[in-house]
C-alpha cells in the first residue's frame, strides 16, 4: 500500500464514522416537532413532559447534547441493578446505531456534600451522561422507550431519578478528536512503516 492510498483510506475511514457519529439531517422542522408531540402525546407521556420536551424540540440548534442522569436504587440494590441493567441493554441497543453512547458513569461515593432547597434530594446511587447525536434521535429512542417493558424495568428499579438535557460550553475529550488523532497516529505508523 503506497503512502497516498493509508491517508486517503484513513480520511475515508474517518468519514464513515462522522456520517454516523455527527449525522446530516440538520434541526427539527416544525412539522417533525408536531408529529412527535402527537406521538408521544399517544403513549401517555404526562403534560409537563410533553411541555418540556415540546420547548426542547423547538429550540433545536441541531448539534449533539447530553443527558445528565442522577439515580437511587431500591433495596436491595442488587436486584434492582440488575433490572436496571435490563433496561440499560435495550436502551443502549438503540443509542449505539444512531451515535449516541454513555460518556461518564459514576458511583456516588458519599451524600450530598451541598444541599440548597434539595435536602430530600439524597442518598443517591449514582449518576450518569449519556451523549446523543440529535434531538431528532432522542425522540426516536424515547417513541420506542415511554410505555415498554424494558422501561418499565427502570422505574421499578429506582427510588427516584431526575434527567435533563444539557448543551456543552466545553468539552474535553470528544470522541471527535480522538478518533481523527488515533486513525492519523495509525496512517503516520503505516507511513513510517511503507518507507522503511
Not at 3 to 18: E, L
Not at 42 to 47: F, K, M, P, T
Amino acid at each position: 500500500m503506497t503512502a497516498m492510498a493509508i491517508w486517503i483510506s484513513a480520511i475515508v475511514v474517518y468519514g464513515v464514522f462522522w456520517l454516523w457519529y455527527c449525522g446530516f439531517k440538520g434541526k427539527l422542522s416544525g412539522a417533525e416537532v408536531e408529529t412527535y408531540m402527537v406521538r408521544f402525546e399517544s403513549v401517555g407521556v404526562s403534560a409537563d413532559a410533553l411541555a418540556n420536551l415540546r420547548h426542547f424540540m423547538e429550540k433545536d440548534d441541531g448539534r449533539e447534547w447530553f443527558m445528565v442522569n442522577v439515580l437511587q436504587l431500591k433495596t436491595p440494590k442488587r436486584d434492582s441493578a440488575k433490572l436496571l441493567q435490563t433496561y440499560t441493554k435495550k436502551f443502549m441497543a438503540g443509542m449505539i446505531k444512531r451515535g449516541g453512547h454513555f460518556f461518564f458513569i459514576a458511583i456516588a461515593a458519599a451524600k450530598n456534600i451541598e444541599n440548597l432547597n434539595c435536602e430530600h434530594s439524597d442518598n443517591w446511587t449514582s449518576a450518569g451522561i449519556v451523549r446523543y447525536r440529535s434531538r431528532r434521535d432522542c425522540a426516536e429512542i424515547l417513541m420506542n422507550t415511554f410505555g415498554s417493558d424494558h422501561h418499565a424495568d427502570k422505574l421499578a428499579s429506582l427510588v427516584k431519578t431526575f434527567a435533563f438535557p444539557a448543551t456543552t460550553s466545553l468539552l474535553m475529550g470528544s470522541p471527535r478528536v480522538l478518533v481523527a488523532m488515533g486513525l492519523a497516529l495509525l496512517a503516520a505508523l503505516a507511513h513510517i512503516g511503507v518507507l522503511s
